[in-house]
C-alpha cells in the first residue's frame, strides 16, 4: 500500500513555497479572495506537460526554491518559469531543464536553486498533491488560513503526499517564447475620473518602476506619482487582481492573487488579466509604461490565451 504513494520531505523550504490550484471562485461576498496560482500559464504549462488536469494541484515558490528528498514512491514532475534547478538522480546531479518531465524514484532530490530574472515557478506533479482544500480549492491563502496544507506555506521538514507515478513520462516543450515589451495593457478604472487629464496622461507616457514590495496580494510601483483630483479615500467596494489603485502617497499599487476582497482607494485602471503574468513575473526595478486598450480588446486577448493553451499540448515532443 505504502508503494502506491510518494512521499517528499521538504529539505529546505524556500522564501515562500505554497500549494496552489485555480484558487477560489464565488467566495468574495464572504470576505475570501480568489487566491490562486499568481502564474497562471506557467502554472497551467507544468499540467500540460504532465497530462495533468489544467487544475491538478502544484508547488508555487518565489525567489528561492524548495529542496525537496523522495523518502518513498516514485513520481513524474516538471519545472516550469525561469529557474534554475538541480536534480539528483540515481546519485548523480544534473542540472535541470525547464518545461520538460523528470521520472524520481526513492532517494532522488529536486534543488530549485532560484528563479531567473523573474519571481515565481512551479513544481508540477503527475496526480498532483494530496492535501487539504477548501470550497474544491486546493490553493493555499496564506492570510486566511484556508486551502492546501492548512493554509499555510511549506516548512522544513514537512511531507508532502501524493499518489506515485510507475510510467516514465518523456515529455517536453521545446520552446516557450516569454514577452519581453515593457508595456503593460490596462483598462480604464472605475474612478479615472476622479483624476486630472494631465495626470492620467502622465500615468501612461511616464514610466513605473516595480518596487521591492511584490508579494501575493500586491505590487507597489514608484517613479511616477500620481494623486486624484478628489479625495484618495472613497467608500469601500469590491475589488478585483489587476486594480490599479491609487493611495495617499501617489505610488500605485496593483492588487495580485491574495488582495483584500474590498477597498477604499481610487482606481485608475486595471490590467488585463492576460499581461498580469507578464507583469508579476517582472523583478524588482524593471522599468515599464501602461498601456490603455478597450474591454473588447482584452476580452479578445483572452480568447487568444486560452486557444493558446489549447493548441500547447500539440507542441509537447519526446524528450
Do not use: C, W
Not at 470576505?31 to 502554472?43: P, Q
Not at 524520481?104 to 532530490?109: A, Q, R, S, V
Not at 498580469?276 to 524593471?286: G, N
Amino acid at each position: 500500500m505504502n508503494n502506491q504513494h510518494y512521499n517528499l520531505r521538504v529539505l529546505r523550504e524556500g522564501l515562500i513555497s505554497t500549494i496552489q490550484d485555480n484558487g477560489f471562485t464565488k467566495l468574495q461576498h464572504i470576505g475570501i479572495t480568489t487566491g490562486g496560482a499568481i502564474d497562471d500559464f506557467s502554472y497551467k504549462l507544468g499540467n500540460i506537460i504532465l497530462s495533468n488536469k489544467l487544475n491538478t494541484p502544484s508547488i508555487e515558490f518565489a525567489k528561492l526554491g524548495p529542496k525537496l528528498l523522495v523518502e518513498q514512491g516514485s513520481l513524474n514532475i516538471a519545472i516550469t518559469g525561469r529557474v534554475n534547478f538541480l536534480l539528483k538522480l540515481n546519485g548523480d546531479y544534473i542540472k535541470g531543464t525547464t518545461n520538460r518531465s523528470y521520472f524520481l524514484n526513492k532517494d532522488d532530490e529536486i534543488d530549485v536553486q532560484s528563479t531567473e530574472n523573474s519571481n515565481y515557478g512551479y513544481i508540477a506533479i503527475k496526480n498532483g498533491i494530496l492535501t487539504s482544500s477548501f470550497e474544491g480549492s486546493y490553493s493555499t491563502l496564506i492570510p486566511s488560513q484556508i486551502g492546501g496544507n492548512n493554509g499555510k506555506k511549506i516548512s522544513i521538514n514537512q511531507l508532502i503526499k501524493g499518489i506515485s507515478s510507475f510510467n516514465y513520462l518523456n515529455n517536453k516543450i521545446s520552446k516557450i517564447n516569454y514577452e519581453t515589451d515593457k508595456f503593460v495593457r490596462v483598462t480604464k478604472g472605475p474612478q479615472m475620473h476622479f483624476f486630472k487629464i494631465k495626470d492620467i496622461k502622465k500615468f501612461f507616457n511616464e514610466e513605473f518602476e516595480i518596487s521591492t514590495n511584490i508579494n501575493r496580494i500586491g505590487i507597489r510601483l514608484s517613479n511616477n506619482i500620481v494623486k486624484p483630483l478628489k479625495s484618495h479615500n472613497i467608500d469601500s467596494e469590491g475589488i478585483i487582481k489587476g486594480s490599479v489603485q491609487i493611495p495617499g502617497d501617489g505610488n500605485p499599487i496593483i492588487l495580485a492573487s491574495d488582495h483584500p476582497t474590498i477597498g477604499g482607494y481610487p482606481k485608475i485602471a486595471t490590467v488585463i488579466m492576460t499581461d498580469f503574468v507578464k507583469l508579476i513575473q517582472m523583478p524588482p526595478r524593471t522599468k515599464f509604461f501602461f498601456k490603455e486598450i478597450t474591454i473588447q480588446e482584452a476580452e479578445r486577448l483572452l480568447v487568444d490565451y486560452q486557444e493558446t493553451l489549447n493548441n500547447i499540448r500539440k507542441l509537447l515532443i519526446k524528450a
